[in-house]
């Protein structure tokens, strides 16, 4: 991900009702080559169009890696972009030395759920009363690379 894609990427989180809504500074952190902990920001292009039309970032802690957020846009879904995606981070995972990443989803996100066990993701534990607006659990997943 560059600083050019970054309207882009706010505007596909806007845009999704399910997707981690962060400020602007929070991706800009996600570019900072310096912040810590360190990350992995990528990007997908909608393969008809050729448009930006995905995006993931994860943190790194080694020996494990934190999902920070995943997301697709609308129009692009159910294409494989959000494994395509997964696909490249788990590669540049890799050769970071990470064996573990986690993740936290709302309870109520299916879509999201579905998605991370078909990638192979476990289920790893609750927070109750976790997310607000509205009020739910957030369920924690690992995946061993």
């Known amino acids: 991900m560059t600083r050019a894609d ?15 809504h962060w400020p602007r500074s ?61 696909a490249a981070l788990t590669a540049e995972l890799g050769l970071a030395q990470i064996v573990e990443v986690l993740l936290e989803v709302r309870a109520s996100n299916q879509p999201a759920l579905g998605l991370y066990r078909r990638l192979g993701f476990m289920e790893a534990g609750r927070r109750p009363c976790y997310y607000h607006d509205p009020v739910e659990d957030a369920v924690l997943m690992s995946l061993r690379l």
């Open 26 to 86: 929070a991706y800009l952190a996600a570019l900072d080559p310096d912040a810590v902990p360190s990350r992995i920001a990528l990007v997908a292009e909608d393969p008809s169009s050729g448009a930006l039309a995905g995006y993931a970032v994860a943190s790194l802690l080694p020996a494990q890696a934190e999902l920070e957020t995943i997301a697709v846009a609308s129009t692009a879904q159910r294409q494989g972009l959000a494994q395509q995606l997964f």
């Open 6 to 20: 970054l309207d882009r990427v706010i505007e596909i989180a806007e845009s999704l009702k399910e997707a981690s």
